[in-house]
């Protein structure tokens, strides 16, 4: 599903639970924030159509984290159009292997403990959960700067979800892209509302918890998860309804 200007001149692109985002910038130009899972190829490019673009106006993908479930057409991108992509240089190894990841909790009890999540959990699987393609080449970017790709988005380090997540914050648009520092629906227990993902995906849920901080200072009125719907009631708010959902 194809939802156009999401925030000012950002459109998401909601696919088996996952969403990743087109980010006008300069022109024609566009940067993809995450890559969803390879069932998304088709969505992205009738989103480019939709949009009036061609893939050779995508100048960048940004990574917020390295899961299976962000880089699913990274790589095809990065090898068919020359895309670069760019995450943090604690999420290479992941992007590049992105079932190898730490986590808390045993995957295998979440669909007993919380049936809702079969669904989910299966149509993530038909959109290709199982056969993600690792991104063999990545540039770094750095905590603090301002990303020179479309939109200029600013890198805020929200480390916990995954060792080197960031979460990206457009503070002329007053938007923070969360990734998954914060989502607004739990693909693992079925729940909605502001939180932190379970521990079957989650590295370090104390610290995830910790990083919460960062969301709430960029006071971004707009947040916009990589599972769940927009946010619109404010930063500060989302993170102390996330810090109630995991008491």
Known sequence: M???????????IDHAYVSCYLVEGEGRSLTLVDAGLPGAWPQLGHALRRLGRTPDDLEAVVLTHGHFDHVGVAERL??????????H??????????????HEDAR?????????????????????????????STS???????????????????????HGHCALHLPDRDVLLTGDCLVTFDPYTG?????????????????????LDAVAATRARVLLPGHGDPWRDGAEAAVDA??????
């Open 140 to 162: 770094a970017m750095t905590p603090g700067e301002a990303l020179d790709v479309p939109g200029r988005p600013h890198v805020v380090f929200t480390p916990g979800h995954t």
């Open 89 to 102: 240089d604690r999420e290479r190894y992941l992007a590049a292997h992105p079932y190898r990841y730490a």
């Open 108 to 136: 295998s009890i979440y669909p007993v403990r919380h049936p809702s999540s079969i669904r989910v959990l299966g149509s993530m699987a038909r959109a290709g959960a199982l056969r993600v393609r690792g991104v063999r």
């Open 2 to 12: 194809l939802q156009l200007g999401v925030a000012d001149g950002i459109h998401r």
């Open 242 to 247: 996330a810090r109630r959902a995991a008491r």
């Open 191 to 211: 729940d909605d509302g502001p939180r932190v993902v379970a521990g079957a995906a989650t590295a370090d849920t104390p610290l995830a918890l910790r990083s």
């Open 78 to 87: 990065r090898t068919t159009y020359g895309v670069p992509v760019w995450t």
